[in-house]
């Protein structure tokens, strides 16, 4: 039996779970589960899908206990760890030309500057990963416990090109461990972060055909294009997209969209909103992205959200009566979008006034124009600027993950106290949007 290396302290018991029924507390310590030792969130969650546990406990005390568990297929046992992940999380080696850490300024939250290369991590958070920084019995492990689906930055398959863009000369090997991974039914949705002047153009063509190759494992491919700050100083050059090189990219994939359709039913790769807003081209229709497997992506946010937003927009009453003036903070890139659903959404309510504020991302300059890299300074400079009416609406999209905190540490109960009204914030989601506006 392999020895555990971490203890698993248990954090929280969730009232009326399965844990509480038979006496598991705050502080005991997990050792095994049906006698596997677990090193890791994936094997916990692994052997916790049976339908009878014996589970190894550790007391306070230093009493050992065997807990039997009946439960149904894929239970929780209603239990959280001290460390999430079980065991500390695989640091990135690369040094990707494009990386968005390495463009951050100096003195922000020490976690920003943390870069993860972890196959949990992209099967519980839907973290992207590059597979270099894993050795083969970390792939085999992938496969044994049937981690999937796991969420791939390929960039190309072009293997120098790739050590190049990486800055890992094992990098090389992608279609290898791709190969493997479908061979063995592992599903994949994989990202090409798109570089002019790298991996563009008739690299981009021969990634999507071998991507395409293994359509039967991979269930999308996301192009988002290469963000750059003005924090780039020693960095690899890099030009940004313009008006006319995203309407060639847009053309380019849109012809791989026309030949993989007939033969898989969808259309397999997916250009990220940015392209679309820069070439101030139209959206896809809200069919055409094979239900937005790559939201997180930035790919198909806008219809989502637009679709979302008319349907709960509908059934809101003719007779709808608000004397509220609100402010709705966006960035430079969705302000049109968000103007434009603000304008309907007055016209529906009586009396109610939608100021959009459109925020110049000046923290992090360049080409940064994404609502999601907003930070607080900005926001608030902004707002001081402008009246803010009774109440300001962000996205969640804006803050970390779980908490009301900008990417340069200030919350939103620090940025409500400095404008004086109340700051709420809404999920990406058109509904929920009318809902938070409406206090519905």
């Not at 083969?136 to 190049?164: F, M």
């Not at 991974?181 to 991996?199: R, T």
């Not at 008006?243 to 791989?256: G, L």
């Not at 930070?375 to 009416?389: A, E, M, Q, R, Y």
Request: net charge negative; with cysteine.
């Amino acid at each position: 039996m392999k020895e555990v290396k971490n203890n698993n302290v248990i954090s929280t018991v969730e009232t009326g779970s399965i844990a509480e029924e038979v006496g598991i507390e705050v502080g005991d310590i997990l050792l095994s589960i049906n006698g596997q030792p677990i090193e890791d969130i994936i094997e916990y969650k692994f052997y916790l899908a049976d339908e009878y546990l014996e589970i190894e406990i550790e007391k306070q005390n230093g009493e050992q206990w065997i807990v039997e568990v009946d439960k149904e297929f894929d239970e929780d046992l209603g239990i959280d760890f001290e460390n999430p992940i079980l065991s500390h999380m695989k640091s990135c080696k690369n040094k990707c030309i494009f990386c968005f850490v390495d463009q951050l300024p100096n003195n922000m939250r020490q976690s920003l500057y943390f870069k993860d290369d972890d196959s949990r991590l992209s099967f519980l958070h839907g973290n992207y990963i590059t597979l270099t920084n894993m050795k083969e019995e970390d792939i085999n492990k992938i496969i044994q416990y049937r981690i999937s689906p796991i969420n791939i930055s390929v960039h190309t398959t072009n293997g120098e090109l790739r050590k190049k863009m990486l800055n890992n000369r094992f990098a090389g090997n992608i279609m290898d461990t791709l190969n493997k991974l479908a061979e063995n039914q592992i599903q994949m949705n994989c990202q090409i972060v798109l570089c002019p002047g790298f991996n563009d153009e008739e690299e981009l063509d021969k990634t999507i055909k071998d991507l395409g190759n293994l359509s039967d494992a991979i269930d999308s491919v996301a192009v988002v294009p290469v963000g750059l700050t003005r924090y780039r100083e020693d960095l690899t050059e890099i030009k940004p997209f313009t008006k006319e090189t995203a309407k060639e990219t847009i053309q380019q994939v849109h012809k791989w969209q026309n030949f993989f359709y007939p033969k898989l039913e969808r259309n397999f790769v997916h250009l990220s909103d940015e392209f679309y807003i820069l070439a101030e081209e139209p959206f896809p229709n809200y069919e055409s992205y094979d239900g937005f497997p790559q939201l997180e992506n930035g790919v198909g946010m806008i219809q989502d959200f637009q679709y979302s937003f008319n349907e709960a927009l509908e059934r809101l009453p003719n007779t709808l009566v608000m004397e509220k003036s609100i402010t709705v903070v966006t960035s430079t890139l969705a302000y049109d979008f968000m103007k434009g659903l603000c304008n309907e959404l007055e016209k529906k309510v009586k009396g109610l006034k939608i100021n959009v504020l459109s925020v110049e991302n000046k923290f992090f300059g360049g080409g940064v124009s994404v609502s999601g890299l907003l930070t607080g300074v900005d926001i608030l400079k902004k707002l001081i600027d402008n009246s803010p009416g009774d109440k300001v609406i962000i996205g969640d999209n804006m803050l970390k993950s779980e908490e009301a905190v900008f990417l340069d540490d200030m919350t939103v109960d620090e940025l409500a106290e400095k404008i004086g009204v109340p700051v709420n914030i809404s999920s990406i989601d058109g509904e929920v949007f009318i809902n938070t506006i409406l206090d519905m």
